[in-house]
């Protein structure tokens, strides 16, 4: 049998996370490497109510095939959710539900990128994304961030001789970095790209959970349709329902339902039945207030572990919310080295490479803090030190 | 704003189901139109008995984001029925779990075809085969099909000049025909394209539902590696769920879960482990037996309605399982043109022309006899036999 595979299968790597996988299958590894939310943080019991209730109530039109927009209720519930936190009225009919945001922006490339087409993303990016978009075989192009956000200036330069057809950008809580763009960032980005027609998908999984500091809204509330705005379920009720949903103005969703039509039909008519009934017996924010209250206590406890183990050559930020921070290690050490020293030492985390394109042996690495108990955290972030320490001897 | 969309998007109409559904959306409407399994034979009961059970011992792990393969047991319990059914050996590791049937063709799409690349389809062919093809630009050829199953002398003399990379095909109670190969169909076919290098893409949803006549096992037990073999819950369990697969040698199945992976991640973990639950808890074969008496019950029924009521002339098929029958109206008189006349009458089904490539105003049509009752399929099938006499006599 010889066989020929399409182009662009060239132009995709397996995922990175795949490979680390490897590593931590082994239980006696402790793992920094997940982007997982605490299973203690799922709300199991709510869930299970939900579920009883919504089949007896209405089981057999769950069962059956649902429409490719997705049930309404969940969309307008949607829609009032960012009315109520940002005053940003959305239109439930802007609404499409998909399987995790994953989908979403596979569905935006689909229907926006040929070949060769400009897209820029951040430096870092976000792994998962880099891989989606790359199927489309366009030419990423990585715009720096800095602490407050992205980095106008290069920004502006790289306008003035591109059309990128959009901007791929996790504003709030980034991942990998977990940093976020300040307001005036933000405004500044909004005015840049609509000056020179460029869409805006904003990737927001994280925002909700914020633990510090204070809120700021989306960059689609300054944008208007030039903004595309992706929100997910999975991080604030359950990833394995893989429920998430794009906002995007009529002409671009006339575009997006098609694709998701030819995709799969419709969204899981179960798990969005499920989570409805979920959400509109349950206080949502109550919950979600466990959940960052958790996760601050997890975040502020490797912070404290990383001061007392780290060298201080390694500088780490301080998230005020979502689910990682970023290392940055003295220059020419690489993460990638560190990932195999420490995989021997039974801790693993993500090293930075995959999360740029065309950089290999960057100092930087990801480390999550919302999978660990503070026993693990102190452990492992203890043997990382030690690991780091033995590199930047070496 | 100025939108610029990709260039595949050009070649990708709108679902014309979704254009029927304007139609059948009033509740007056008899529709044969749908693919609709009866939701009478969702095994409700035994659906929310395993959900209770599977979420109250595993309810973390459901919640929490799985792998991108699926659930192992369920891949297991997958190919042990292959055995069962066929005595067809298929390894765990050679099944991918996707959102229904339907996502299996587009990562295939995805991981084989380059623009303008050959792909034979059946005509006429499953529309959201043709739909989820186009995003990929291939070049569409048309393999017509005859009562036992393809022309093999016209696909002979197409292999003569083309070099295509898969033939996608429905083999069993085909959709939209009903039409199912011979067994002798199959060897010749399977020797046909095996000598050509040219791989099967074997999308069987149907052939659960026999209830006249032989089963016929699939293509796949003759072609080996060269058999991509798609099935799919939606018809024997549920639709809603989301839940079909992909069975391909290892070489593809690496590229498919790349593609998986870049396209949402993983599938509902939710459905899986509760339709999993489902199935060791319950006896599929004795469910599947009552949904086939039902829906034989039901194809009898119309096939008797449609002798009293329809001309002669119209010839129908006579299909031993599966949910549609296959019309051909009198020379020159066009389905579309029914269907407007059908509309006013309110009866509704599918015309032929979005099974075609390239053709319209076709004389065939699709009638799905699984989602009414007798009174309505009466009922229907007079009105529509009333309108097909006023369009002859017109």
Known sequence: MKLIFAERMKYVKKSFIREILKITQNPEVISFAGGLPNPSSFPLEEIETATQKILEKDGRSILQYGTTEGYLPLRTYIAERYDKRFGLKINPEEILITNGSQQALDLLSKALI???????????????????????QPNLLSVTLNDDGVDLESLAKLLETHQPKFFYSVPTFQNPSGLTYSLENRKELAKLLTQHNVLLVEDDPYSELRFLGEEIPPIKCIMGDYGILLG??????????????????PEIMDKLII????????????????VYQYLIDNDLDAHIEKIKVMYKARCTFMSEMIKQYFPPEVKVTQPEGGMFMWA???????????????????????????????????????????????????????????????LMNA
């Open 114 to 136: 040929n070949e060769g087409d400009d897209v820029l993303i951040e430096r870092p990016a976000y792994l998962g994304a880099i891989q989606s978009l790359s199927f489309y």
């Open 232 to 249: 997910s379920f999975s991080k604030i009720v359950s990833p394995g329902m893989r429920l998430g949903w794009v906002v995007a103005a």
């Open 259 to 274: 694709a998701k039509q030819a995709a799969d039909l419709h969204t899981n008519n179960f798990s969005q039945r499920v």
């Open 328 to 390: 940055t290690l003295p220059d020419g050490i690489s993460s990638m080295k560190l990932m195999e020293l420490a995989a021997m030492e039974k801790v693993a985390f993500v090293p930075g490479d995959p999360f740029y394109v065309n950089e290999i042996n960057v100092p930087t690495l990801r480390l999550n803090y919302t999978n660990s108990d503070n026993v693990l955290i102190e452990e492992g972030i203890k043997r990382l030190g030690t690991v780091i320490k033995t």
